[in-house]
């Protein structure tokens, strides 16, 4: 057997793409750790000399780096895996909090995507909506979303999940003819 990926691979399960969200999701505890830096460096104000500033910078980078791990934590764990049989949503919320989504990939119907506002567009982040047989999967702040769904529309084709509406009877139209003519 081939290098298991993560833990609940199946044995004849092969991965063929693996996506996070963007960076941007761990924005509030880069501010946070930004402004513990900040707070870090204020100290030269009680005490005026480059040790007290050095050692005040360096206990703000070790707090905002504390401040700042909940955050990476999330996202760094938080991954999305395309098998050639399924779709796995692995979300990691805090520390102690992780959710998982199973679906087979015979599940979904269509894939799109949505960039919408400013920061969206110059940031390149946006949503990827996926219809199923037993519901909508909207997966918010997805780095590179138009990248993403046409990856995912490609793993489907190639393995004869048709995820679009429009593909199946237009086939079924074509041999029709072909039947007709013949």
Do not use: C
Request: aromatic share 12%.
């Amino acid at each position: 057997m081939a290098q298991k990926y993560f833990a609940d691979q199946f044995e004849d399960e092969e991965v063929l793409f693996v996506f996070r969200k963007h960076p941007i999701v761990m924005r509030r505890g880069l501010i946070f750790g930004m402004l513990a830096i900040l707070v870090g460096s204020l100290v030269v104000f009680w005490q005026p000399t480059y040790t007290a500033f050095l050692l005040g910078v360096l206990g703000g980078m070790v707090l905002g780096a504390i401040v700042m791990m909940p955050s990476w934590i999330t996202w760094y764990f938080s991954v999305f895996i395309v098998t050639d049989k399924r779709l796995i949503q692995i979300t990691q919320k805090g520390f102690f909090h992780r959710s998982v989504i199973d679906m087979g990939l015979n599940q979904i119907q269509m894939v799109n995507y949505q960039i919408s506002g400013l920061q969206e567009t110059l940031l390149g982040f946006g949503t990827i909506m996926m219809q199923t047989f037993v519901g909508d999967l909207v997966i918010h702040e997805i780095a590179h979303p138009a990248k993403i769904q046409k990856k995912l529309l490609e793993i489907l084709r190639e393995q004869g999940v048709s995820a679009s509406p429009y593909s199946e009877p237009r086939e079924l139209e074509i041999e029709e003819q072909e039947h007709e003519e013949a």
